[in-house]
């Protein structure tokens, strides 16, 4: 693909109602990593004990690192789908997934596309209110039973901490856009390194304490075939939501400074974030596994709170809350823009949407821009998924339905077609058949994740 040589100094025209910037495209490759870490590693390496544990010492590591690869092509597949292929004026931006999908396969596909995309995203928002609660959740626990000894009643509600986390994230959603997000992306990604590590820490502790590795080659069993194939369906969705961030990568690639080419450092930048998540993965879900076997907790963390030393269980949870609360934006930002474009677009007189208040803040903190739309409906926005995830606080259930409903459409069916129009594939030539294959199998698996996710989900609500 051909790309002007001034492209380094080309600037971003952003444009919401009467506010108008100039925004340069500053991203670089480790900008591009931290924006990928903040968004990948949250809620899912919580559970990937719990789902090495259903599938067994064989499996579980193997389906990590499958799911790792299959990643690592679908968005080699999307990065590719940046620039349009062919166009007078020379290649063209594309600088969101909806956009794309639209550009290379229709207005249908985007309408339809549209609604998967936006459960996608709104769903990581409720997944991520769902195990920052769980996290304060431990602090208190792991406190009260240092406090009060380990034969204490130490039992703590989600609701109230769930409303916290809310009440932050109102306050963080008016950040504008991903272009003033990457020191929000940084320091996100620093605290997932950091929880990640004393989680695997504390299980190498751990197994050292037991004096044994537990756990085995087929997985924790259960007292009916038919139970424990819903629980390893559900495993296999808990894996499939820990990885894909196809929703928000043409944003993050949209940040990219020229040159080189856009495509080129987004695949380096997703190779090393996949590596890196893969490896913290595969440490976290395997030593977890390995030190607490058949009684390995849905959230890995929250099985340490028990037991000393209880600062450290404390620090690690507060690191969760500080990435999720990054990482909740990450998700976010998307669904705003598109919303506020589409309102600033359908009525560009209304002053409601429109204008721009300036508010004067105390001391030496900078002037805050308000906006009365922006600021009425990404607070909205917040308290439904707050609301959501209040009535259904059960972690692993409903990281697995997420995996397995948002896997396959987002993450391998869309990236494969529009990559197919992007490199004008023709239909049942080699190259076609893989990638159909390819498809085929990942959609078969996202079917027996949300069946799995389905099952327990009822379970748990019953229950």
Not at 72 to 86: A, F, I, K, V
Not at 433 to 458: D, E, N, P
């Amino acid at each position: 693909m051909g790309i002007d040589a001034d492209e380094e100094t080309q600037l971003l025209i952003v444009s919401q109602g009467s506010e108008s910037s100039f925004i340069k495209r500053t991203g670089t490759i480790w900008s591009a990593m931290a924006h990928i870490i903040t968004g990948v590693i949250g809620a899912g390496v919580l559970s990937l004990a719990w789902s090495t544990a259903q599938l067994g010492w064989i499996a579980g590591p193997l389906s990590m690192i499958i799911f790792a690869a299959i990643t690592l092509l679908s968005t080699n597949l999307l990065c590719d789908c940046y620039r349009s292929p062919d166009s007078q004026t020379g290649p063209t931006r594309i600088p969101s997934f909806l956009e794309a999908v639209e550009f290379y396969l229709g207005k249908t596909s985007r309408t339809i596309c549209s609604i998967v995309f936006h459960e996608s995203l709104y769903g990581n928002g409720v997944a991520y209110i769902i195990t920052a609660a769980s996290s304060v959740r431990a602090i208190e626990e792991s406190n009260c039973y240092h406090r009060e000894g380990h034969d204490a009643t130490c039992n703590y509600g989600d609701t109230y901490y769930m409303m916290m986390f809310g009440a932050v994230q109102i306050v963080m959603s008016q950040i504008p856009d991903f272009h003033n997000m990457t020191w929000l992306s940084v320091t996100a990604a620093i605290m997932s390194f950091s929880y990640s590590t004393i989680g695997l820490g504390l299980g190498v502790a751990k197994v050292i304490e037991n004096g044994k590795i537990k756990g085995s080659i087929a997985g924790e069993g259960t007292s009916s075939l038919y139970v424990k194939l819903f629980l390893i369906f559900e495993a296999i969705g808990d894996i499939a939501f820990a990885y894909p961030y196809s929703s928000i990568l043409l944003e993050i690639q949209d940040t990219l400074k020229t040159p080189p080419p856009e495509n080129q450092t987004m695949k380096k930048a997703s190779s090393g974030a996949i590596y890196t998540t893969t490896m913290f993965y595969l440490c976290c879900g395997c030593f977890g596994y390995a030190a607490f076997g058949s009684v390995t907790p849905g959230n890995l963390l929250t099985g340490f709170g028990f037991y000393e030393p209880y600062w450290l269980i404390d620090f690690a949870n507060a690191c969760i809350i500080v990435h999720l609360i990054g990482g909740f934006q990450v998700f976010s930002q998307p669904l705003f823009a598109f919303a506020e474009r589409w309102f600033t677009e359908k009525y560009p007189e209304n002053g409601f949407v429109n204008n721009w208040y300036v508010v004067k803040l105390p001391l030496f903190l900078p002037e805050l821009k308000l906006n009365l739309l922006r600021l009425c409906y990404r607070s909205g926005y917040v308290v439904v998924a707050t609301g959501i995830a209040m009535l259904f606080p059960y972690f692993n259930q409903v990281l697995g339905m997420l995996g397995g409903l948002n896997f396959w459409p987002l993450a391998i069916y869309y990236p494969v077609e529009m990559y197919i129009v992007q490199r004008k594939i023709r239909p049942w030539t080699r190259k076609w058949l893989l990638l159909q294959i390819f498809s085929i199998l990942c959609f078969i698996v996202s079917i027996l994740a949300v069946i799995g996710s389905v099952y327990g989900l009822i379970n748990a609500k019953l229950g």
